[in-house]
């Protein structure tokens, strides 16, 4: 068996309420050891609900979790030190300086006195945190903070790490570095959950998601399977010529495919897209370029992006959902 068929995370039917909410409400996945599953889903879809129920900090009302091996219900102590998690809001003590937060987790964990300053250093190191790290943590920046908490959750080397919403309020540059982070340890064979609102972050990270929706799981899949289950593929075709740009486009527009009213010309790129919902309108429309005999410089089949499976299967636009929680100040994100 290869090592990636072996599961790291199973869920069946797991269900918490708070009252009248059904924050979940029957979910089933699985994470395939040294993988990343991206859990995607709106405000108050219940991905950090799941995050706390796999982590013991939340117990469930129904349903049964496996992480890396241990039973989330039976076996809460073995699984606390099989996971790290990294919260939505940070965790470390403000008071502390950045080495002594990861000191004080190592010890925590059981970490021997030198065992534990070695690995803060190790972790500092890696998270570029060297500098600052006698620096109390209340002097840090959003991004290093998010870096700090990061490197907590690493500290006792788990075998599946839970980052809930890890880059949120991140400028560009941290949060490649966070995702850097995050490829560095699965390479390490890590399993990773990651919750996020950007579909950038789970199409740089994920091999597979889950989109949830009030308690549910709504769609999943392989990022590049749920992307052709949502929408038809858009072909993309640049005329060599770009004077002949509106002919080539009234040429697939006169052929009277279902897929014309869609055709978009992008003048700028020299560019037709062309969105196609079988092989056999691929076919056709490849077809009657090739008769026309317009010279092409490219043509291409594209999938449709993760913002618009997002948006076909919640029925929420990504930007709207988060804009219901208004911005995140980074000081309270990280
Ligand atoms: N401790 C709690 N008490 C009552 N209701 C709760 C509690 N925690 C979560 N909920 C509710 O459960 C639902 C799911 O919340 P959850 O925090 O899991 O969503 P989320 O997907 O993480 O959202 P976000 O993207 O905003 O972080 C929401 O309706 C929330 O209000
Ligand atoms: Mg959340």
């Known amino acids: 068996m290869r090592r990636n068929d072996r599961i790291a995370v199973e869920v069946r039917g797991l ?35 799941l995050v706390r129920c796999l982590s013991t900090l939340v117990r469930p009302d129904a349903g049964t979790a496996v992480v890396a091996g241990c039973d989330v219900l039976r076996e809460p102590r073995r699984l606390r030190r099989a996971i790290g998690l ?66 907590a959750s690493m500290i006792g080397r ?33 399993t990773v959950l990651l919750t996020t609102q950007y579909m950038e972050e789970a199409e740089q990270l994920a091999d597979e998601l889950t989109v949830v929706d009030r308690g549910r799981v709504i769609a999943g899949g392989a990022v590049d399977e749920l992307k052709a289950r949502v929408g038809g593929r858009t072909l993309v075709v640049r005329p060599a010529e770009p004077a002949h740009l509106e002919a080539v486009a009234a040429a697939v527009a006169q052929a009277g495919l279902d897929a014309a009213p869609g055709v978009r010309v992008l003048r700028e790129e020299g560019e037709l897209h062309v ?60």
Do not use: C
Request: hydrophobic share 40%; proline share 6%; charged share 25%.
């Open 15 to 49: 269900v918490k309420h708070y009252g009248e909410t059904k924050a979940l409400d029957g979910v089933d996945l699985e994470v395939r050891e040294g993988t990343v599953l991206g859990v995607l889903g709106p405000n108050g879809a219940g991905k950090t609900t």
């Open 86 to 151: 990294t919260g939505q809001y940070a965790s470390v003590d403000e008071k502390l300086s950045g080495r002594e937060n990861l000191y004080m987790i190592g010890r925590l964990l059981d970490l021997s006195r030198r065992d534990a300053r070695r690995r803060a250093d190790e972790l500092l190191e890696r998270f570029s945190l060297a500098e600052a790290a006698h620096r109390p943590a209340l002097q840090y920046s959003g991004g290093m903070r998010r870096r700090l908490d990061l490197a």
């Open 158 to 190: 788990p075998a599946v790490l839970y980052l809930d919403e890890p880059t949120t309020g991140l400028d560009p540059r941290t949060r490649n570095e966070v995702w850097d982070e995050v490829r560095h340890l699965v390479a390490e064979g890590a």
């Open 275 to 334: 969105p196609v919902l079988s092989d056999l309108q691929l076919t056709a429309v490849v077809g009657l370029l090739g008769d026309r005999g317009f010279p092409l410089a490219h043509i291409s089949t594209e999938l449709p992006s993760l913002d618009e499976v997002f948006l076909a299967v919640t029925g929420l636009r990504p930007e709207a959902a988060g804009a219901a929680a208004g911005p995140v100040p980074e000081e309270v994100a990280a």
